[in-house]
Nanobody
């Protein structure tokens, strides 16, 4: 069993930056992919970005490419999502999720690939 806990959500103005973190505890896996998803009010959950430990590769949705960066603090089993140039449309509940093994892109954009989920952290962006 893996427990994921997100942190870092806050309220910022458009153009600002935030750093979200996802800490994994419990029975961690040697190889896994961790993804960030977000769900805005009244909308479906959408994939944002993923990072896979086996390859060290990161993947981003076009809407955040160039503005968001996902990185891993391996000793701490923590995955971070650095968000910059935030827009009002980035406002959402952000959740991290873990997929054991070596799933490949574009499967990583499918939430069904992920086994474990955190509770989420809210990001608000004011214009």
């Amino acid at each position: 069993q893996v427990h994921l806990a997100e942190s870092g959500g806050d309220s910022v103005q458009a153009g600002g930056s935030l750093r979200l973190s996802c800490a994994a505890t419990g029975n961690t896996y040697r190889n896994f992919c961790l993804g960030w998803f977000r769900q805005a009010l009244g909308k479906e959950r959408e994939w944002v970005a993923s990072h896979c430990t086996a390859t060290g590769s990161s993947y981003y949705d076009d809407s955040v490419k160039g503005r968001f960066t996902i990185s891993q603090d391996a000793p701490k089993d923590t995955m971070n999502l650095q968000m910059s140039s935030l827009k009002p449309e980035d406002a959402a509940m952000y959740s991290c999720a873990l997929a054991p093994g070596r799933p490949v892109f574009p499967l990583l954009t499918d939430e069904r690939v992920y086994t474990y989920w955190g509770q989420g952290t809210r990001v608000t962006v004011s214009s």
